[in-house]
């Protein structure tokens, strides 16, 4: 540690004092969490006026494009910045090339379209990976078992370029391929779509965390194997800030750290060495722990959400993707904190 600390020696000093009631509690608190860091990962599928329930994320839907509309207004009311938006994709769909995930009428297209028509004041952010379009699940093409980088790339290009050209604010790169964010970065440009953002899910790891999302978007039962071959290991750090590094350079705009809270760490170092927005994001699986134990009586819901979306905030994150969003929004605005 560099900062020199004073000689702290009892009872001259104690160090319960500024904690002994609210006001000073309030003056001495280190970090706050506010609704402009939080952004609500949601899922929509084909149809009209449906709502499906995930089962293993409790209080989380999946929407059709008008229902999820409404539910974006209801969002962007509770001051909530932005949405990340994900699709349930139909499994006649799915194929070996995941070419549904270029087609510019595809789902998420459609989507982003009737959001920023309704919302345009919303962000919306696009994940880019190819695992809801293929059939076996995987974020990239595959070739003999093995997911291929370069090629994939290429559909990862033309799949940015469609959802920028419907209208969303951001793209985000989830699927760990090598060289991505430049590929995109240039295909978005060339194109003219200079202001769309590139959030780099830079240091993403091979996590059983994901376990409940691959439920809501329906990748879960198609995927074959896992995901070791391209996304990080969990015993890494060093290697976290190479990936940074990279995305940095190829230029993304953000980064991101996931899953969140095994890997507060993480954010730390990164925050630490770049210095550069830094996103973290409380995967499903995070999510599903904590409702799991609320459900059955054993945590306090509202204590447990707040709490952990400060951990994200000290440990050097910007801004926090979390399905408690709206529930976390309600609740700093009743004052919580
Ligand atoms: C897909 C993707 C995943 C998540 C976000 N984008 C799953 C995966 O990599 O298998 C997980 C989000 C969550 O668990 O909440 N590229």
């Known amino acids: 540690m560099s900062t020199i600390l004073p000689h702290v020696e009892f009872p001259l000093t104690r160090l319960r004092r500024n904690r002994r009631d609210d006001w000073s509690r309030r003056l001495c608190s280190e970090h706050k969490l506010s609704v402009d860091d939080l952004i609500l990962p949601v899922f929509v599928v084909e149809g009209s006026n449906v709502r499906q329930e995930i089962p293993s994320m409790p209080g989380v839907a ?56 309704a919302l345009p004041n919303l962000g919306v952010i696009c994940d880019v990976a190819l695992d809801p379009f293929n059939s076996n699940g995987q974020d990239g093409l595959v070739v003999d078992g093995y997911v291929i980088n370069d090629p994939t790339v290429d559909a990862l290009r033309k799949m940015a370029v469609v959802q920028a050209q419907a209208g969303c604010d951001a793209v985000a790169p989830s699927d760990m391929m090598d060289g991505r964010i430049r590929a995109i970065r240039e295909a978005l440009d060339e194109k003219g779509l200079i202001d769309t953002r590139i959030i780099s899910y830079a240091a993403k790891y091979a996590s059983a965390f994901y376990g409940p999302f691959r439920d809501a978007v329906g990748s879960g039962g198609a995927l074959k194997g896992d995901k070791k071959t391209y996304q990080m290991d969990p015993a890494n750090s060093n290697e976290a800030l190479r990936e940074i590094a990279a995305d940095l350079s190829e230029g993304a705009d953000m980064v991101m750290v996931k899953p969140g809270q095994p890997y507060l760490d993480i954010i730390r170092r990164v925050k630490d060495a770049f210095g550069v927005p830094t996103l973290a994001y409380q995967v499903s699986g995070e999510y599903a722990m904590l409702k799991a134990a609320a459900l059955n009586g054993w945590l306090d819901w509202d204590k447990v959400v707040l709490e952990s979306l400060i951990g994200f905030k000290r440990a050097g994150a910007d801004a926090i993707l979390t399905y408690t969003a709206p529930d976390a929004a309600r609740l700093l605005a009743r004052g919580h904190h």
Do not use: H, M, W
């Open 62 to 117: 999946r929407f059709s494009i008008d229902l999820l509309v409404e539910e974006c207004r209801r969002i962007a009311d509770l001051g909530i910045p932005a949405i990340a938006l994900f699709p349930s994709v139909d499994d006649s769909l799915k194929t070996e090339d995941a070419r549904e995930a270029y087609n510019p009428n595809n789902l998420v297209c459609r989507t982003v379209r009737a959001i920023k028509q």
